[in-house]
């Protein structure tokens, strides 16, 4: 049926158009603002306990915010390698990182260099206060000096060592080629053992391993399992001489812009998907280090409470060295906040 199109008809059928947008698929979101895009980059295998909380954070995001907001997540350093992640970070090209606190000395904040010390956090339950203590405000304080917002913390659990050749007393690492993640402790770790450090990218670290470049490493069983380490990799040491934490950091000024509606959402994907991600590492390292063991590619050590006492005492002098990069005062205060006891010599 033809109609004559009255002004009032207009008025009308404009008043059903907007009634009737969502049903012919226009909607609110017709006339939404686009979804705000999170770009979720990380170093790691999707099946890597980081891995899956990012996919899982994604999940959750999108969910609690009714789809205001979209994460899209770039694993294995498909879109930034380790230390330009950072960068992009600061820049705002990517907004959401889950960097190993070793990696924070290029951002200039060289204080979380300290719990890479050795053995000082070897132990779950104090690694864990450690990272809860108020101690904590002050370091992040300081990452948000460089527009940097730490959401949480990621326990990702204790190191192991692995090489081609038996890693079982501290002599063994003389002259190997070791890699470490860009921490100066851990540059002073692998000297005091007589190795020589090497900082080389995670994404980079299987073929340098396989290649010759670097003789060995030290990482946590998911990471070996995940990257196929083990393939390149004779020997595994179980050491516990370090730790592997995350930081979830946004940049500042994107999570201050976020509008009102989309922070609860959001945080509550933070809070969730770093309960996943505790729980999941604790799981999958045990369950790593077991299929190493049982791919029978690799011989696995776990040091002797003998061995690992000369260990500590070949590696506490990096705690004396330290004291002049952190000043004796903030070591102090570490090993209250952690309840650290130094052994006495
Ligand atoms: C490493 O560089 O060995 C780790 O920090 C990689 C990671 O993010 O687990």
Same mark, same amino acid.
């Given at each position: ?10 008025? &009308?059928? =404009?008043? #059903?158009?907007?009634?009737? @947008?969502?049903?012919?698929?226009? +909607? $609110? ?5 686009? *979804? ?15 891995? &899956?909380? =990012?996919? #899982?954070?994604?999940?959750? @995001?999108?969910?609690?915010?009714? +789809? $205001? ?5 770039? *694993? ?19 907004? #959401?990182?889950?960097?190993?606190i070793s990696?924070f000395g290029?951002?200039?904040v060289k204080e979380f260099d300290v719990f890479d010390l050795p053995f000082l956090m ?5 690694a864990?206060?450690m990272m809860?203590s108020?101690m904590m405000?002050e370091l992040?304080?300081k ?40 921490s100066k402790v851990l540059?002073a770790v ?52 370090g730790r592997?934490t ?72 990096v705690h004396a060295e330290m004291q002049s990069r952190f000043g004796k005062d903030f070591i102090d205060r570490i090993y209250k906040a952690s309840?650290f006891?130094p052994?006495?010599?």
């Open positions: 049926m033809k109609y004559k199109v009255t002004r009032r008809a207009v008025l &009308k059928h =404009a008043g #059903l158009a907007l009634a009737a @947008a969502p049903v012919l698929g226009f +909607g $609110k979101a017709a006339f939404a603002a686009d *979804p705000i895009v999170i770009k979720f980059s990380h170093v790691v295998s999707p099946d890597a306990p980081k891995g &899956k909380s =990012a996919l #899982l954070f994604k999940e959750l @995001a999108e969910k609690y915010t009714d +789809g $205001k907001v979209t994460v899209e997540v770039y *694993p294995n350093s498909s879109l930034y390698k380790d230390k330009e992640e950072l960068e992009a970070l600061q820049l705002g090209s990517v907004q #959401l990182l889950a960097p190993s990696k290029p951002l200039g070897s132990d779950d339950v104090r864990r206060q809860s108020p405000g992040n304080a990452l948000e000096d460089k527009g940097v917002e730490p959401l949480a913390y990621w326990d990702n659990g204790t190191h192991v060592y692995t090489a081609n050749v038996p890693l079982i007393a501290p002599d063994d690492f003389r002259g190997l080629k070791m890699r470490i993640q860009g540059d692998a000297r005091q053992l007589g190795a020589i450090p090497q900082i080389i990218a995670f994404g980079e670290l299987y073929q340098a391993l396989q290649t010759g470049v670097a003789d060995g490493e030290d990482n946590v069983p998911s990471n070996i399992w995940t990257q196929k380490l083990y393939d390149v990799q004779k020997y595994l040491t179980v050491s516990h001489h592997l995350y930081s979830l950091i946004t940049n500042k000024k994107f999570w201050d812009s976020l509008p009102a509606d989309v922070r609860p959402g959001l945080d509550r994907a933070v809070k969730e998907s770093t309960d996943f991600f505790d729980d999941t590492a604790a799981k999958d390292n045990v369950d790593a280090l077991e299929k190493i063991k049982a791919s029978g590619k690799v011989q696995v050590h776990v040091l002797t409470d003998e061995e690992k006492k000369a260990w500590i005492e070949k590696l506490m002098p309840g006891v052994p006495q010599s």
